[in-house]
């Protein structure tokens, strides 16, 4: 049985990381940031059209969980993880499945070279379009995914790293995650 409490302090952190301006909520101008951010490091407008295309997926995967996206709505941080509680009851499968896919679409649009490498630089882009550009926490993230010797981590790790933060279980990677990210202020 999952440790309810753990997987509710994940999402706040989640949701900490998805409300790009910090206003509290979550809403369609966090999203259209985040697809003008990641747009932004594509020169070919058909890479930028497919990323963009995967970013829709992965917000309206993410916020709506399975319900018909409606971005007029704002979410906080308490509906937010209500959101996830009543979805992982109900079908804790299903909800990590819809993760791992909404993670999907969110590396396929941050892997702007396609190579499904990922060095720090190429690291580091990816979290300024969260607004997350700090070079501290994007370090000791980086480094709990686990570079290898060219400080490079592939997709699949960072496919991994993220569902274990959305929706794992794992209280010994969570408690690691989050005195990490206590050390640097984060938290």
């Not at 509290?24 to 697809?35: I, L, M, Q, T």
Request: aromatic share 12%; proline share 1%.
């Amino acid at each position: 049985m999952a440790d309810q409490g753990m997987l509710e302090e994940k999402w706040r952190i989640v949701f900490s990381l998805i409300d790009i301006n910090k206003d509290g909520v979550v809403s369609s101008a966090d999203a259209e940031f985040c697809k003008r951010t990641f747009g932004e490091m594509f020169a070919d407008a058909d890479k930028k059209a497919v990323a963009v295309a995967d970013l829709d997926r992965y917000w309206d995967t993410l916020i709506f969980l399975g319900k018909t996206p409606d971005w007029s709505i704002e979410i906080n941080g308490d509906k937010f993880v209500e959101n996830f509680a009543e979805a992982f009851t109900a079908d804790k499968t299903g909800t990590q499945t819809s993760i791992s896919k909404a993670l999907n679409h969110l590396l396929a649009a941050a892997d702007i070279d396609g190579t499904k490498v990922f060095t720090y630089e190429k690291f580091f882009k990816f979290h300024e379009a969260f607004n997350l550009a700090n070079d501290v926490v994007v370090r000791t993230t980086f480094n709990l995914i686990g570079p290898d010797a060219n400080d490079a981590c592939s997709l699949d790790q960072m496919h991994q790293f993220y569902v274990e933060l959305f929706v794992g279980e794992n209280v010994e990677k969570f408690n690691a995650l989050k005195s990490a990210y206590k050390s640097v202020g984060m938290l």
